[in-house]
């Protein structure tokens, strides 16, 4: 699967939207972009994932660039709440196994 | 149940006891997976279950740990003869089926070696 590329930190003001990037320049045609988060003492939660088109939840938005290289998690409006680990993950479709998380980016949501 | 639960949610042994970590999926949940979770790092892959079938083990670091998932149900990681660099928060997840790769995570068990 292909490595990932993400920031170590990231503030953010409340009620701002926040936005997280992530590099993935060896991905693969086959291979979905997979955005989990880890609240302090929680497990991940999954939030949104995509393949080539912008895709968008009650929790976040999805931005994928045309070439597949990089993508973009949005939160719209960010609340203190979610402050966390944010784990991009590239996964080939269909296939079997495990994720593999790297570090992740810490966001810290300010007041 | 609702989601993946976990237990305990805290563990504390002695070096050179042995532990045994629950993990109850969510029902109907094909794949179940163990992850650990060390202080400050990301998730790291331990053993991989669909149904009752162990299909990848390779992230286990050494024979003292061992899973079994008997009924293709409730899973149980097994840790002999702790050692201090076992301590760490374990994660269990579950996923419904091929496909997609949506896990859904337990709140983890923290064990902590003394």
């Known amino acids: 699967d292909a490595k990932t590329t993400q920031p170590t930190s990231m503030d953010c003001a409340e009620g701002r939207a926040a936005n997280l990037p992530c590099n993935h320049s060896t991905i693969s045609g086959n291979e979905y972009v997979y955005w989990y988060r880890q609240i302090h003492s929680q497990g991940p939660q999954y939030i949104i994932h995509g393949l080539k088109n912008n895709e968008t939840n009650e929790m976040a938005s999805l931005i994928i660039t045309e070439d597949r290289k990089s993508s973009t998690l949005i939160l719209p409006h960010a609340t203190l709440r979610d402050t966390a680990v944010y784990y991009c993950?590239?996964?080939?479709?269909?296939?079997?196994?495990?994720?593999?998380f790297g570090k992740g980016t810490k966001l810290s949501v300010k007041p | 149940g609702a989601g993946v639960s976990q237990s305990p949610r805290y563990k504390v042994a002695k070096r050179g006891q042995d532990v045994a970590l629950r993990c109850d999926p969510i029902s109907g949940h094909v794949s179940l997976f163990w992850y650990q979770q060390a202080l400050g790092q990301g998730p790291e892959f331990l053993t991989y279950f669909q149904n009752e079938a162990q299909l990848d083990k390779s992230g286990l670091p050494s024979d003292r740990f061992f899973a079994e998932r008997p009924e293709g149900s409730v899973s149980t990681l097994k840790i002999q003869r702790t050692q201090q660099e076992d301590s760490a928060v374990y994660l269990c997840a579950s996923r419904s089926g091929q496909g997609d790769f949506k896990l859904f995570f337990g709140s983890g068990t923290q064990l902590s070696v003394l």
């Open positions: 993950i590239v996964r080939a479709g269909g296939s079997q196994g495990n994720l593999i």
